[in-house]
């Protein structure tokens, strides 16, 4: 487990997961909205971004958060690893909610700086509309690549639990002590 893509809707808890899984790891964290926006929520030129995303995606070892689908390619490419959390739409509208009004007019540490919390409606929007079919699209990319990556689907605030409690922790030197999967 030396390059893992963390996938997954709003509100799954991918840059949790990401943060946590590199703190026990010992792996580099790159969280794609932190990359991506720009101050004032603004979109960046799209060059510029995947330049950025691929030199991420091109180091030896990372765990990488978000779905970005013009740069997921190369990144699924590049992983050894691939974890999908496929919450329920309930959990995730509701974690959506409070880390916005916990968060409101300020910034998370998995944003670019002067890109505050703010209540969106158009974003509820997306979170319900289409994810069945952005979900059919995740499911479709992690079928091409079973069987030679490790594929982990995770659907419960448990097994999320249950997965980073059964990792053991590597060394501050980084020696690979799991070997799971191909």
């Not at 946590?20 to 603004?42: C, T």
């Not at 968060?103 to 505050?116: I, Y």
């Amino acid at each position: 487990m030396q390059r893992v893509m963390i996938l997954g809707e709003p509100g799954s808890g991918k840059s949790t997961l990401a943060t946590a899984l590199g703190a026990k790891q010992k792996l580099p964290v790159v969280h794609l909205d932190r990359i991506f926006w720009q101050p004032g929520w603004q979109e960046p030129d799209p060059a510029t971004f995947k330049a950025q995303h691929d030199r991420c995606a091109s180091e030896e070892r990372w765990i990488i958060d978000g779905i970005y689908w013009k740069t997921i390619d190369f990144r699924a490419q590049r992983a050894d690893t691939i974890i999908w959390l496929d919450l329920p739409l309930w959990l995730r509208l509701y974690r959506v909610l409070r880390r916005t009004l916990i968060t409101l007019g300020k910034s998370r540490p998995d944003l670019a700086p002067g890109c505050p919390e703010k209540f969106d409606f158009g974003f509820y929007h997306y979170i319900l509309i289409g994810h069945q079919k952005r979900n059919q699209r995740i499911s479709s990319l992690l079928e091409k690549f079973e069987g030679t990556k490790q594929v982990i689907v995770l659907r419960s605030r448990r097994e999320v639990q249950q997965f980073l409690e059964g990792l053991q922790e590597r060394p501050v030197g980084g020696g690979d002590l799991e070997k799971s999967g191909p």
